[in-house]
Structure formats: C-alpha cells, structure tokens
C-alpha cells in the first residue's frame, strides 16, 4: 500500500441508477467519509437532493434540497455543484480517482479496472444483459470523463466476486449453445457487498479469509445469498438477472419458468406485463401488498395474516438457501447477514435459523434481539457453526478497490502527487 503520510486527497464513489445517483466522498489516506449524498431525478425539471456532512463540531449536517437537472445539466453536473456549494470539493484536482459502481460486468471483468475507451465499449456491449442500469452507469462515466478527463476513473462491477463459480455451477441446464452464443449464464450481483462482509467476517473471526467456509446474505430490497469457499465464491441466487433466488422486495425470486408460459396463453400478458409483474409487482410487495419489512414485521406482530405469510415465505427461503449451500459447501464456519433487513431484523435472523439446529446452527435470541451497528456475533455456545451480523458498506468497498486499482497501476495523479 502507498505510504500517503499526510498528504490529503479525496476519491468520489458515484452509483447511478436508472432514477438516482448515490454519491459518497472519502479523505485519504483512512477512508473517512467526507460527504454523502442521494439525488433522485425526477421528469419536472427539479430534483430533489440530499447531501450529508460532518461538520466542525463532530456531528453532522444535512442539506435537503431541489436542484435543476435537465439534459444539459444531468445528475452529476448537479452533484458536482452540490459539493462545491457547500466547500467540500472546491478543486476538482483533489481527487485522487473517481470509483463507479458497475452492475453488469458479463464474463469481461473479473475485477475492477481503469476506466478507458476498450473497458467502456466493453461496458456498452453488456447493455442487453442490464438494461437499466449499464447505461446509466455508463452516462456518469461518460460525463465525468468530460468534465474532469485528468481524473482517473475505475469501475467496480458487482459481477465481478461471482466469476470464481465454476461451470456446473453458473450454466443453465439450457441447450448449451445459448451459452455459447447469448451469453446466458448465471453471473450473480451484490458481488462488492458479498465480498466485502466476507473479508470482515475474517477479519472478526481472526481467520484467513482463504480458509473459510461462508453463506453470506445480502438482505435488502434486493436479496441474494452466496456461497464462499476458501474465500473464493462457488454459487449465488441471482443468475443472468437480479430476479432469481430469494423472495424480495418486489422480486419474485425463484419461480417455475411455466408460469410463464401458464400465464400468457391464460390471461394473453405479454413479456413487458410479465416482466413488470415478476419484477415489480410481485416479492413482499405481491404477497402481502407492502415491500417495506419493518412495515410488514409490525403488521405480522399485530395479527395481519398476509403479512405473516410474507414474512414466512421470505425466511423460508433463506432458509432452503442456506440448506443448499451446506450442502455445497461441505461444511461451513460462518453465516452473514447484511444489508437492510439482515442488518436490522431479529426477527428475519430468528425465523430464518430456526429449526437449523441439528445442523450446527442455533442463535442466542438474546444476543439477536440487540441492535447491531458494528459486526457482532450472534449465535449460541452450542452452535457450531457462527452466526454474524456485518454491516455492509459498499461504497467504503469502492473506493478501498478504486484506491487498490490506482496504486496498482501506478498512477501519478492529482495536485500533490500522492498516487
Ligand atoms: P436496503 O435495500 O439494504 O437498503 O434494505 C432495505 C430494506 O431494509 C427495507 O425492506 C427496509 O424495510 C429494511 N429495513 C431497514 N431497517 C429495518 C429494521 N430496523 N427492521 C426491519 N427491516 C428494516
């Protein structure tokens, strides 16, 4: 690692998408965050935008606001007037590299890169596979490269983690040529998620990440679950798109393909109304009419029937998902949870472990039921196998793989040299 002593330079995280642009600023060379901030564009020509900061006394403070987005001025043109409105970035130049979130990285990217013309052709030509995202991805990449060209720019795919699954593991039981030709695969998402809390986990357990076994669960609006061996990924829920495996916020999750066809020779819907039913209609949000599970968890505990299902069918499937994974495995140390709801829900934790006794897994209730800021240990005595809380954090991971690119790479930028 470059020895920074104090030399003071920034990285921008940016993670655009289809409706939003998430930005986080980090100081070198201790990754602390300097401002973060939300953007929705929205089609009047205001948007609202959000930007937190600490400020001098220690706490922090936050900017509600709209700002004017229009083509000409697109989200990140905003964002960037933003952090020098308030004295965050008045100089561009004192960034040491901007890091991007890249959905879809195909079978191309099998880490996080430089960004340059090949690597954005490269991004253009997985558009078919994520067609919401890749373009809004690269739209920011675009633009930043307009307005600061001297300012190295990496992508972070969430891809990327999954491409250690072997064969059996990623192929459909399609006729093969489809893999051969349209690329259909399974390639997995939340990857930066999934490796970042795996690394934690390790650094926790006080154990080299290469000798563990891990069921990691990213539970949030979307879900996945990844199974990690050696600390190398072998499987994930999520396949060619973020639809399959684990019920989520309004995905689906795994489904009989039949249903489909079920469906349009019953009812005459075509592929958008299918797409949009499996994508957004369904999950939580189908089950029981709400996607937002602490509002499903209070409604549960006051006797709402569908909430319960919900709840239920979301944790039963984790479950079978942990199940598979053991299998996988052949053996586990340790499972995860993260993201908003394995972050914060005791409950879900609780349902999801339940009966997995005879498996070496079994929760201290007690040790669940507190709140979980920083990573903790949740399972009892008797359990063989740990159960972990650990805040995901994948913008910090980011802009760690971005500073890791650069130094790789050797670069020599920004005002004071420090790369
Ligand atoms: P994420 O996509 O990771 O931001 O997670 C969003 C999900 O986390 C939503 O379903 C939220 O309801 C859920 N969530 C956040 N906080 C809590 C909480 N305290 N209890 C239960 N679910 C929560």
Redo the contacts with the bound molecule.
Sequence with gaps: MHDFGDIFVKILVINSGSSSLKFQLFSLPDFKVIASGLLEESDDEQSPARMTFPVNSGETRTINTTLPTTQERPAISAMLGLLRAYDIMDDENDLAAIGHRVVHGGEAFHEPVLIDEDVIKAIEKLIPLAPLHNPANLSGIRLLREHVPDIPQVAVFDTAFHQTIPEHGFLYALPHELYTKHKIRRYGFHGTSHGYVARQAAEYLDRPLDELNIISL?????ASAAAIKNGKCIDTSMGLTPLEGLVM?TRSGDLDPAILFYLSRETGMNMDELDNLLNKASG?KGICDE???????KSAAQGDQRAQLALAMFCYRIKKYIGSYMAALGGVDCIIFT??????????RKMSCAGLHPFGITIDQEKNALRHKKRAAIHSTESSIQVLVVP?NEELEIARQTLQVLTTASLHKGKNNAI
């Design positions: 990213h539970l949030g609006n979307g916020g939580l996607n937002d599970m602490r509002t499903i968890t993201g908003g709801i394995g972050e914060n829900s005791a409950i879900v995901t």
